[in-house]
């Protein structure tokens, strides 16, 4: 079946609706394994879904949610514009309160090219890094 345009845009990507599968499935504590022998299925199938490989229909999104015991929440649509102030605490919230360097981890070469051609130095994140008290 092919979509108009404007139905494209309106349908959730197989790969959001997997994250949040996958998400649901993890807190849940199971394994695809489990949650594919619980939904009668196996746990290839799971694994498409979960990796945005496969869009399931509605009622494999119900069998899914009973065989991970949990409601699963489904947000349709475009999110407004997200502030800087607000795009920086989700920012904090994930990776914590110290600034990010990511010449901290060992780049790969391919990451030190994009790094530098962005200006990006390890000078310039060496300097930006607040001075640690002695403890």
Known sequence: MLLKPYEREERMSPAQLGRTLARSRREAGLTQAEVAARMGTDQASVSRIEGGRAYPSGAVIER???AV???IPLVFGEPGPISRDARRR???AALGPDPFNPWDRDPAPAEVKSLL???LTRERFERA?????GR
């Open 64 to 66: 899914f949610a009973r």
């Open 90 to 92: 989700r920012v904090e």
């Open 129 to 133: 890094r607040p001075a640690r008290s």
């Open 117 to 119: 051609a962005d200006g």
């Open 69 to 71: 015991g949990q409601q």
